[in-house]
């Protein structure tokens, strides 16, 4: 498995924008799918964005697409979470997530960071 580790998180207004980064463990962060996760006090956790091992694909849910942008650095075994356009509905905790196998839109992922909190103010 890979250890992951959030940052970036914080408290901003609506219509702000946010990076989130999750830096990984291990040499074969290369061939880990890769995603983010979001959970807000008293919900499940739900997806967010996916990008594929060699970042060919990615996935987004309907609530943030157009919105948040996924990309990664192999190079610096780095995933990314751009949000631009944050709304309050936006405020939770961010999770990242890796898979060596697949990329799926239910927590069910091989690896979990500790989360990074994100609080949009309106």
């Known amino acids: 498995q890979v250890q992951l580790v959030e940052s970036g998180g914080g408290l901003v207004q609506a219509g702000g924008s946010l990076r989130l980064s999750c830096a990984a463990s291990g040499r074969t962060f290369s061939s880990y799918n890769m995603g983010w996760f979001r959970q807000a006090p008293g919900k499940e956790r739900d997806f967010v964005a996916a990008?594929?091992?060699?970042?060919?694909?990615?996935y987004y849910a309907d609530s943030v697409k157009g919105r948040f942008t996924i990309s990664r650095d192999n190079a610096k075994n780095t995933v990314y979470l751009q949000m631009n356009s944050l709304k309050p509905e936006d405020t939770a905790v961010y999770y990242c997530a890796a898979d060596s196998s697949r990329v799926t839109t239910t927590p069910l992922w091989d690896s979990w960071g500790q989360g990074t909190q994100v609080t949009v103010s309106s």
């Open positions: 990008i594929t091992w060699s970042g060919g694909r990615t």
